[in-house]
């Protein structure tokens, strides 16, 4: 959900979090922050709620987040509150959490495998990827049946895709094209 209004607000957590030298420390908060949102959905309906008076709402984010993130980040969820955009909170701390990656050097991969990978076959999978783009590597395990077997990796903007339902994808188009495959 990023658009201007995400970047802004993340953009100048940001650059307050920078300037504090704690975007790590902002990042994890802003990745529990979406990790609530993500499975409580109620939580975001009631950030959103109309008549829910921003009062009620402030109080929330107290009893919730009062010992889980510190008060700048409190502070920071009450003002997106207050300026009535509590609708982007989630993409905002999103858009956060992209830039602090982009800060520190991790890349974001998402592997997409038949079944649960093992961690030793995570680990390789990162090892490669850490080689192969000189950054931290952070790993998302995606299961999707439909791979048949083999994975699919996608980091940033490139896909490497060594699944069996893509061989056989290829061979299909080939065979249809009159070619080899």
Same mark, same amino acid.
């Given at each position: 959900?990023?658009?201007?209004?995400?970047?802004?607000?993340?953009?100048? @957590?940001?650059?307050?979090?920078?300037?504090?030298? &704690?975007?790590?420390?902002?990042?994890?908060?802003?990745?529990?922050?979406?990790?609530?949102?993500?499975?409580?959905?109620?939580?975001? !309906?009631?950030?959103?709620?109309?008549?829910?008076?921003?009062?009620?709402?402030?109080?929330?984010?107290?009893?919730?987040?009062?010992?889980?993130?510190?008060?700048?980040?409190?502070?920071?969820?009450?003002?997106?509150?207050?300026?009535?955009?509590?609708?982007?909170?989630?993409?905002?701390?999103?858009?956060?959490?992209?830039?602090?990656?982009?800060?520190?050097?991790?890349?974001?991969?998402?592997?997409?495998?038949?079944?649960?990978? &093992?961690?030793?076959?995570?680990?390789?999978?990162?090892?490669?990827?850490?080689?192969?783009?000189?950054?931290?590597?952070?790993?998302?395990?995606?299961?999707?049946?439909?791979?048949?077997?083999?994975?699919?990796?996608? @980091?940033?903007?490139?896909?490497?895709?060594?699944?069996?339902?893509?061989?056989?994808?290829? @061979?299909?188009?080939? !065979?249809?094209?009159?070619?080899?495959?």
């Amino acid at each position: 959900m990023t658009n201007e209004i995400t970047q802004r607000y993340a953009q100048g @957590m940001f650059e307050l979090a920078k300037e504090e030298k &704690s975007v790590e420390e902002k990042k994890k908060q802003a990745e529990s922050i979406l990790e609530t949102m993500n499975t409580c959905p109620d939580f975001a !309906l009631f950030l959103r709620a109309v008549k829910v008076t921003k009062q009620e709402k402030y109080e929330l984010i107290d009893r919730i987040f009062q010992k889980a993130v510190d008060h700048d980040m409190c502070s920071f969820m009450k003002l997106i509150i207050e300026k009535g955009r509590s609708y982007y909170m989630q993409g905002i701390m999103e858009d956060y959490v992209k830039l602090a990656n982009e800060d520190l050097g991790i890349e974001l991969a998402e592997v997409v495998s038949a079944r649960k990978l &093992s961690a030793q076959d995570m680990q390789t999978i990162g090892e490669a990827l850490v080689r192969k783009t000189n950054k931290k590597v952070v790993l998302k395990n995606k299961i999707d049946p439909s791979v048949i077997g083999g994975i699919r990796v996608t @980091m940033a903007n490139s896909v490497t895709d060594a699944t069996i339902s893509a061989k056989i994808e290829r @061979m299909r188009s080939a !065979l249809l094209k009159g070619g080899r495959a």
